[in-house]
């Protein structure tokens, strides 16, 4: 095997120069040499242990937590030359008794195997009679028992060293604030492995979060700038998910639900149409998602909050892995926040889990209702710092406006203490406003003092002042009864009027969840000729993908089709050139796609 990394860089996957630190792990992993990578999605994780598997001799042991990724990951390589197999459920006994056979014979560069079938006993035995030449631990996050993906099989992954202490480990993730890396070397026995830490920002995502009014009318707004564009909309429940996938079908966009209480294989089909076809909407619960490959998602677009900011992080860098203009938008309100304190109160985990989770879901709010950059804030939880001003987030491109909000704060936290202590923000919004409910004439409340005193400010208003009032601390959720609001003790001098509340003035209606218009990100920097290129090498690729059961994306990125729409190569020889065509993909498909090039050569010069 060629020795030299820049070499099969180009023969095998097309590409001309390394990306960042890609080419240092490389190097250091295909010298023998233990990694811990940190990435962002997208960043090109995948090469740090596919190219120095090619580099070594043997096969490199790949695991990976999901079928799907397994499968995706092995046709991507498949399509460049490279003997790749995969090792799970989906297979029959006689496939996978080839794919052992063809390890066993040294036939294979890469096997990929989820956790729990590496740690069997017979697996084990299997690969003390292999060649290793390393071993890869692909989402290494599902080790931290603290995280959000969290799989109790990694933990035993310290078998790897303990029984192979001379084969190089990389462990790789794109989600790991500072303690959850220290804890992945840790409970992987990786503290003296090279630690190569990269920037987890992405540049090409526009970050927006607004509150919620209308929902389905601020989601239809949002899809409006995204018609025809594959995308992910994220919702807590699997009742929610099921109600948006058919609102959004009957409303013409190509939208499938998914979530864990479907039958296996509805959501397995399901999530096969969203991979390989165009376009199509995913409506899912969070189980959808983790190792997804698609490389063109447009847009991921959460309609409840997530339970922290890492599950935020990692859901939204689903989004743009091509590196393409691409969109993460939260519509977010009150009762979010109220539903996610219940469910961590009225979990089984211990105190010091609950505590845990209350931290991460209050950082994420602090993102959710922060003035500043939102990039900033973000990649601040993975310690990161970044100088703000990104230019790409609502609040860079529409900076918000405070006012002061010291008087509604007052009359607020007055109206909470005045009723009890015990209802939600909905019923504390009537008494404020004088409504006249059945709730206000059965308690009373028309007879309090704080009746009527808040019809200033409209409903909307208010539930942006008592959303941020929770935020800031000024008031609690009862999360061990019905969600009511009640005073802590920072609200005291707010009520005594010694400290100023500045809040955040609330968009103009106009502007509620609106995406910004946009070029489709397909016809970046393409014009009216090249664009009509590109659309015949879409319809070429659709049709090789269709013959081969295979994504679009696998035979072709958009990336690449584009690249070949601005250069018009003229023989193979320039088609070679192209970024993304390296000598398997040259000649599996380099005729065809010169062939196209030539009937629309022919078509214009007639």
Known sequence: MESRPE???????????????QGEIVRHVADGHDALVLMPTGGGKSLCYQ????????????VSPLIALMQDQVEALRQLGVRAACLNSSLDAAEAQEVERQ?????????YVAPERLLTARFLSLLDRARLALFAIDEAHCVSQWGHDFRPEYRELTVLHERWPDVPRIALTATADPPTQREIAERLQLEDARRFVTSFDRPNIRYTVVQKDDVRRQLLDFLSGHRGEAGIVYCL????????AQFLTSHGIDALPYHAGMDAATRAANQRRFLRGDGVVMVATIAFGMGIDKPDVRFVAHLDLPKSIEGYYQETGRAGRDGEPSEAWMCYGLGDLVLLRQMIAQSESGPERKRLEHRKLDALVGYCETMRCRRQVLLGNFGE????ACGNCDNCLSPPESWDGTEAARKALSCVYRTGQRFGAAHLIDVLRGGETARIQQFGHDRLSVYGIGADLDAREWRGVFRQLVAAGLLDVDAEGH??????????????????VPLRKLPGRRE?????ARTPAVAVDLGPAELRVFEALRELRARLAREQGVPAYVVFHDAT?????RQRPRNLGELAQVEGIGAAKLERYGDEVMGTLRELDDALAD
């Open 237 to 244: 429940s699997r009742r929610k998910v099921g109600e948006f």
């Open 512 to 516: 509620r969840g609106r995406s910004a």
């Open 483 to 500: 969600g009511g609001l009640r005073l802590t003790a920072a609200s005291r001098p707010v009520l005594r009027g010694e400290q100023p």
């Open 561 to 565: 089709l584009r690249a070949i729409a």
């Open 7 to 21: 070499v099969l860089l180009e023969r095998v996957f097309g590409h001309r120069a390394f990306r960042g630190a």
């Open 385 to 388: 710092a970044h100088p703000g």
């Open 103 to 111: 390890l066993l014979a040294g036939d294979l560069d890469l096997l």
């Open 51 to 62: 190219l120095p598997a090619l580099l070594r001799e043997g096969t490199a042991i790949v």
